[in-house]
């Protein structure tokens, strides 16, 4: 049975409710605990600073709209306001004489910084919790025996996956109460989270529908692909993954509902290889954000930093060639075509196009690491940043720097039909359509190089 409010007097003291990467009512910790204090709630979303990139924001425009749909059909509202968030937690608790605060943490280092500031500025005006409520374990759970963080996937796993399964997921509320007066809200329109540009020519609304329902679809799909996962995930011209990152991302379903969504199906379709699978990627993003939370500067500089000396090219026409999706790799402008006009790609494509970028085209990862960003609907800044570091060489557990993908034999191994490239790059073959602006196998051999020369450097400095 799902959990309600008790009716309760208006006069008492509200609660803060402050949604951040939690955009749901199902499964929600801070929700819940809310709802345990027997308060009325302001349920409350700061846009600040750190909701960035284009396809993003577009996102959490129509996440914002859904989530206070869902709330009205519950009696509630959602209360907008954008801004520093300890300024304005600290307004609407004095406006307001509230008595308590609830929100799930985030792990980005500004978001880090955010919570601290609100919690000096605070604490002695307010009750404040707040909630592990994005993963599978917090960062702070999963240690060597000697008390430092992992820097290898799979230790980290066999880790994690030993301290058991994570909590059976909560349904959401039956109705809430909220504060009466509740404080005038922000439109949506007020936050500016759609660019000029948002949608044109891009297709963001004909390829996803955020908020939570939709998410709670995506989870209950995870059973047409489960059994073939392991065979087909790598394959972009099928419909064979979860598309669920986005809306993991903004917290719109839980890694616990998906968790046990896994762990349910998995026996009656006789699919223990596929639910393996795709739970090592739910650690995977645990273990990014657990890298991010430990490392900070995981998003600009390199774990090894032996990279930092690279010897990257700052050719922007090579960078520009790439974002367009005109390098003459029809594989790697296909993924970066899909992504320009839909804000997500295939994650074996993704890796191929980080490969060519930094590897073929000499281009530092961190200038791809950014355009992901601002144009990836699932701009997670700690999975992102993992990723281009683990293709790049250079981060933790990461790839060989001497792997290095070749664009063609890749395109032929997992679109061998072709059917993705050509529904993205409809141009092959045409005179429009660029020659290749690299020899991949020059490319190659400076490539490695280059690597030979960073690990000269390296060595040299491990010398007595």
């Known amino acids: 049975m799902a959990s309600s409010l008790a009716s309760g007097s208006n006069s008492m003291q509200p609660v803060i409710l402050w949604f951040r990467r939690n955009l749901r009512l199902a499964d929600n910790a801070a929700l819940q605990a809310a709802l345990n204090a027997r308060c009325p709630i302001i349920p409350l979303y700061i846009h600040d600073e750190e909701d960035r990139g284009s396809a993003s924001r577009w996102w959490l425009h129509h996440s914002l709209i859904n989530l206070d749909r869902d709330l009205r059909k519950l009696g509630a509202s959602l209360l907008l306001r954008s801004g520093e968030p300890r300024q304005i937690l600290a307004e609407l608790s004095a406006q307001t004489g509230a008595k308590a605060l609830y929100f799930a943490r985030r792990y980005e280092p500004a978001c880090i910084r955010q919570e601290r500031d609100v919690r000096e500025l605070l604490e002695e005006r307010l009750a404040i919790e707040v909630f592990d409520d994005s993963f599978l374990h917090a960062p702070e759970t999963v240690m060597t025996q000697s008390g430092t963080p992992y820097r290898v996937f799979t230790a980290f796993w066999k880790t994690a996956s030993a301290l058991g399964e994570p909590g059976v997921p909560v349904p959401a509320p039956d109705s809430i109460t909220i504060a009466d007066p509740l404080p005038e809200s922000l439109s949506i329109d007020d936050l500016g989270l759609l660019s000029a540009d948002s949608g044109q020519p891009r297709n963001y609304a004909a390829t996803w529908a955020p908020g939570e329902g939709a998410g709670l679809q995506r989870v209950d799909d995870i059973e047409s692909i489960l059994r073939d996962y392991p065979s087909n995930r790598d394959r972009p011209d099928l419909d064979a993954t979860t598309r669920l990152s986005p809306y993991l991302y903004f917290g719109e379903v839980s890694v616990r509902q998906v968790w046990h969504t896994v ?87 993704r890796m191929i196009v980080a490969s060519f970028l930094v590897k073929d085209l000499f281009v530092p990862w961190q200038a791809g690491a950014e355009w992901f960003l601002d144009n990836l609907v699932d701009a997670d800044l700690a999975n992102n940043s993992a990723s281009w570091q683990w293709v790049a060489g250079c981060g933790s557990d990461a790839a060989p720097y001497f792997r290095i993908f070749n664009p063609t034999l890749q395109g032929e191994k997992f679109d061998p039909n072709g059917s993705y490239v050509r529904r993205w790059v409809p141009d092959v073959g045409e005179p429009s359509y660029p020659a290749p602006i690299v020899d991949h196998g020059e490319a190659r051999r400076m490539a490695l190089e280059a690597y030979q020369l960073i690990r000269g450097i390296r060595t040299s400095k491990q010398a007595p």
Request: glycine fraction near 8%; hydrophobic fraction near 40%.
């Open 263 to 349: 762990r349910q199906l998995e026996m009656p379709l006789g699919s223990a290889a596929g639910g393996e699978a795709l739970l090592r990627q739910l650690y995977w993003r645990d273990f990014s954000n657990y890298l991010l939370f430990h490392f900070p500067d995981l998003p600009d500089k390199p774990l090894r930093a032996e990279f930092e000396h690279f010897p990257w090219s700052t050719d922007a026409a090579l960078l520009r060639a790439w974002q367009d999706g005109m390098t003459g790799y029809p594989i790697v402008d296909a993924g970066m075509r899909q992504l320009k006009q839909t804000g997500w790609m295939h994650n074996r494509v």
